[in-house]
């Protein structure tokens, strides 16, 4: 399977526990993106990564959420202190940018939906 | 404003018909539109993507874009009741992520 992976698949935690997510991107893309999508809503922007540099993180991202892509291969996402609030579809994407016009896209994996009890 | 906005809907059509989708956004410098699928429980797909004024087209589905009015849209010709699902519309505009609508909810009926 040469798509974005996501493990796991499902997580279900109590509340102010840690949890780890991971991510494996198309091999050959040299940016990874963490979005998180609640029931209803688009996809939101939480941070991406060129290679293994963490070039953006969302303004509403907390302190809890940190990410990293340790060369620049695999990512993890880590929620520490979990809330209620956090419950939602983590979905990781992605995508080859080059230089030249902004037509990158984005592939995403299948997501890791999490519930916090 | 929501920086792109979609017609949550649902959208019914009957089946055979043309579903069309709209979207706005509100940063004039956007570059990059895109329609995602959605079906539930899954993860968005990746249907067309569009840069330049007018109309795209791939098999059933047809991009528009308008930048002067800051508007896309996705049209589905003969639409099928695998159709059924999200369409997401995604915009990269001046930041470098791209920023979703809530999307809208297409059922075809048949």
């Known amino acids: 399977d040469t798509g974005v992976s996501q493990n796991p698949r499902h997580k279900i935690t109590k509340r102010g526990q840690n949890v780890t997510f991971r991510c494996d991107p198309i091999?050959?893309?040299?940016?990874l993106y963490w979005y998180r999508q609640t029931l209803g809503q688009g996809p939101e922007f939480l941070t991406y990564?060129?290679?293994?540099?963490?070039?953006?993180k969302s303004r509403l991202l907390s302190d809890r959420f940190s990410a990293e892509r340790p060369k620049g291969s695999f990512s993890t996402l880590e929620i520490q202190r979990t809330e209620q609030g956090d419950s939602a579809m983590y979905l990781c994407?992605?995508?080859?940018?080059?230089?030249?016009?902004?037509?990158?896209?984005?592939?995403f994996g299948s997501g890791t939906q999490l519930s916090v009890l | 404003q929501k920086e792109v906005e979609q017609n949550s809907g649902p959208l019914s059509v009957p089946e055979g018909a043309i579903a069309s989708l709209n979207c706005t956004y509100s940063?004039?410098?956007?570059?990059?539109f895109f329609w995602y699928r959605q079906y539930s429980g899954k993860s968005p797909e990746l249907i067309m993507s569009?840069?330049?004024?007018g109309d795209k087209e791939d098999g059933r589905f047809t991009a528009q874009l308008n930048k002067a009015s800051q508007y896309v849209s996705l049209l589905i010709r003969d639409s099928q009741p695998s159709d059924s699902a999200t369409y997401l519309c995604?915009?990269?505009?001046?930041?470098?992520?791209?920023?979703f609508g809530s999307g809208t909810q297409l059922t075809v009926l048949p």
């Open positions: 091999s050959e893309h040299n940016r």
């Open positions: 569009i840069y330049s004024n």
């Open positions: 994407a992605s995508s080859l940018h080059t230089s030249g016009p902004a037509n990158e896209k984005l592939f």
């Open positions: 940063d004039r410098g956007s570059q990059s």
């Open positions: 995604a915009v990269r505009g001046s930041a470098r992520q791209l920023t």
């Open positions: 990564f060129q290679n293994e540099a963490q070039l953006e």
